[in-house]
């Protein structure tokens, strides 16, 4: 899997990804991939996204994440702000061994977990033996 369309700077000690997609600024969220010999786990950090600002296609071998965090404003005139209302954008390019049509997705606290089952053709399986 690779991602795409973004660039990255250091802030302090962690990476802050950022750019442009479709004349719209974005933040790409951090990522974690694992793999299983079931599927590839995908998480990513969107805090104050919840599911209803979250669109997931999969066009070809393309996996694409947007998120829009809700815009917040806590009572009171501004005094120091490190956090800001941002849309998030990540893509992924999948290869043949995923199986798109049972792509899942869930959100819990901020994480949004994906699974992408690998096909059928790939997993390793027992072959018996007959005499």
Known sequence: MNTTNQ?????????VRSG?????????????ISATDDEYLI??????????GLEITVEGNELTILGHRAESAPPGQPYYSESFNADYFRSFDLGPDVDTSKVRAEMQQGVLKLHLPKSERVKARKIEVSA
């Open 7 to 15: 660039k990255q700077t250091q802030t302090e000690n962690r990476p």
């Open 20 to 32: 442009r997609q479709a004349d719209h600024e974005y933040i790409a969220p951090p990522a974690n």
């Open 43 to 52: 998480e990513l950090e969107m805090p104050g996204v919840n599911k209803e």
